[in-house]
């Protein structure tokens, strides 16, 4: 059977001599692990459609086990990405996050789009980078059924409260009331919740021109590290070490 469609490449690693083993995430078919034949030759005509970041055509065989590659052509390939060590990192970080929260043959198309706008979107130097990668994970957790709970709180329901805890465990902010609930909740910021709501509501294309202060940033970033460890259950990014070793 022949699958005509569009994807992003996840990973790409060295399979038996000249073959590679390639992650994608299409829109036909979610995420689905293929074989492109050949693809290591020199001249394979497979080779600028399938590296990393590279968003392509492709036609794809599946066989009685295993999907190979028939045809490849890219769309766009993103090099301005691999120019810029931060940018690389953060890039590879998406990639990651996409690979842990999708399926194999099931398809996400609101996920789809959000990683080509952002693939985009971090290219461009105007833009403050950890304020986009924020947005990503939020709307990550939100269109693979991870959404934090952030209008209320998140065990009695209530609207307006001044103190606010984020519980990892219960999956949301919860009020003064319910601090019981969870020992291991951290205090959180309106401020903080308020930016975290617009994150996840706003389109990434708007979030692009939005400035936000480094210790607020950081502030979330932290809860958001440990919400997606439990969550999605993923404890190392190899593109995140990388950075820290920076
Ligand atoms: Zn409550």
Do not use: W
């Amino acid at each position: 059977m022949l699958i005509k469609t569009e994807g992003f490449v996840l990973k790409n690693k060295k399979y038996a001599e000249t073959d590679s083993m390639l992650t994608l995430f299409t829109r036909m078919v979610g995420k689905v692990n293929v074989i492109a034949k050949g693809a290591r030759r020199p001249k394979s005509n497979l080779l600028a459609g399938i590296q990393p970041f590279c968003y392509s055509d492709f036609v794809l065989y599946k066989g009685r086990s295993l999907y190979t590659v028939s045809q490849c052509e890219a769309k766009k390939i993103f090099y301005e990405i691999r120019e810029d060590l931060d940018c690389l990192s953060y890039g590879a970080y998406l990639l990651e996050l996409v690979e842990a929260v999708t399926n194999e043959g099931q398809t996400n198309n609101r996920l789809f789009n959000l990683l080509g706008k952002t693939l985009s979107i971090i290219t461009n130097k105007d833009i403050e980078l950890q304020t986009i990668v924020r947005a990503f994970e939020l709307k990550l957790l939100f269109y693979s059924g991870f959404k934090p709970h952030l209008t209320s709180c998140v065990n009695c329901n209530a609207q307006q409260f001044k103190q606010i805890r984020f519980s990892v465990e219960e999956g949301g902010i919860i009020c003064p009331q319910c601090f019981q609930v969870d020992p291991f909740a951290t205090k959180i910021s309106e401020t903080a919740v308020r930016l975290a709501n617009y994150l996840l509501n706003k389109d990434i294309i708007e979030i692009q021109k939005l400035k936000v202060n480094e210790t607020l940033n950081k502030e979330l970033k932290i809860i958001l590290k440990k919400y997606i460890m439990v969550h999605i259950n993923k404890y190392q990014f190899k593109s995140l070490e990388m950075l820290d070793k920076l």
